[in-house]
């Protein structure tokens, strides 16, 4: 039995959630419906908190092909562990996964950056774990390109744990703009993990490849770990 408090001292359970044979199935999954539909797919992971079992959501699309229905998946998940007769206090969610278009870096280069409409999606996310948990527990938040058929190279952020930006009048009117903006005139890389970073948010792009993170990101997997707290 694992509770939340131990699973915040316990960083290398995150590491097992994302090393491990279920991650790596449903991500292959995903990239396959990527390259299949042509379009954003994603899914969502709920984490139950006394067993530390994870449960998946399939693989969802959105209302077309550059949108990821998460709210969805989110709505899933819920069914599913009310199903098993949990209760919302028992599990949360952890992490959530979509792909940004659907070009292979084969043939054009990517800059990985998530929407406004990402980083709103990342803090109702937290609010929800929060209202049904009483933890204050931010989500995992990965935002992927397709690399290859079976790869993918992902930028990978969480919010700060001392405090929720998108609650701060002028901080969301700063990110909000910021990253609009990013939509007309295209950032590299470095500036949008700098702009995350500005706010304090963990961000790294991390390389999924031959079925597995490279050995260089996985310190940073189970720093990931390290942010939960009762509030």
């Given at each position: 039995?694992?509770?939340?408090?131990?699973?915040?001292?316990?960083p290398?359970?995150?590491?097992?959630?994302f090393?491990?044979?279920?991650?790596?199935?449903?991500?292959?999954?995903?990239?396959?419906?990527?390259?299949?539909?042509?379009?954003?797919?994603?899914?969502?992971?709920?984490?139950?908190?006394?067993?530390?079992t994870?449960?998946?959501?399939?693989?969802?699309g959105?209302?077309?092909?550059?949108?990821t229905?998460?709210?969805?998946?989110?709505?899933?998940l819920?069914?599913?562990?009310?199903?098993?007769?949990?209760?919302?206090?028992?599990?949360?969610?952890l992490?959530?996964?979509?792909?940004?278009?659907?070009?292979s870096?084969?043939?054009?280069?990517?800059?990985?950056?998530?929407?406004?409409?990402?980083?709103?999606?990342?803090?109702?996310?937290?609010?929800?774990?929060?209202?049904?948990?009483?933890?204050?527990?931010?989500s995992?938040?990965?935002?992927?390109?397709?690399?290859?058929?079976?790869?993918?190279?992902?930028?990978?952020?969480q919010?700060p744990?001392?405090?929720m930006?998108?609650?701060?009048?002028a901080?969301?009117?700063e990110?909000?703009?910021?990253?609009?903006?990013?939509?007309?005139?295209?950032?590299?890389?470095?500036e949008?993990?700098?702009a995350?970073?500005?706010?304090?948010?963990?961000?790294?792009?991390?390389?999924?490849?031959?079925?597995?993170?490279?050995?260089?990101?996985?310190?940073?997997?189970?720093s990931?770990?390290?942010?939960?707290?009762r509030?």
């Amino acid at each position: 039995m694992i509770t939340l408090e131990e699973f915040a001292t316990l960083p290398e359970v995150i590491e097992r959630i994302f090393t491990s044979p279920e991650f790596g199935k449903i991500l292959q999954k995903t990239i396959a419906q990527v390259e299949k539909h042509r379009r954003e797919m994603g899914f969502t992971i709920a984490q139950e908190i006394e067993t530390g079992t994870s449960h998946y959501s399939r693989p969802i699309g959105g209302g077309n092909e550059n949108k990821t229905a998460i709210n969805v998946s989110l709505e899933e998940l819920e069914r599913k562990l009310r199903s098993k007769h949990l209760k919302k206090a028992d599990w949360f969610f952890l992490s959530d996964l979509h792909f940004h278009g659907y070009e292979s870096r084969e043939t054009q280069e990517t800059v990985i950056c998530p929407s406004s409409q990402d980083m709103f999606m990342t803090a109702a996310i937290r609010s929800i774990n929060a209202e049904n948990t009483g933890m204050n527990i931010p989500s995992i938040d990965i935002i992927a390109n397709r690399v290859a058929k079976t790869d993918a190279e992902m930028l990978v952020y969480q919010e700060p744990l001392n405090y929720m930006p998108l609650d701060n009048d002028a901080i969301f009117d700063e990110i909000q703009a910021t990253f609009e903006e990013f939509l007309y005139s295209p950032p590299s890389q470095r500036e949008v993990l700098g702009a995350l970073k500005h706010y304090d948010y963990k961000a790294k792009i991390l390389n999924f490849i031959d079925g597995r993170f490279q050995e260089e990101d996985i310190t940073f997997i189970r720093s990931l770990g390290s942010v939960f707290s009762r509030e």
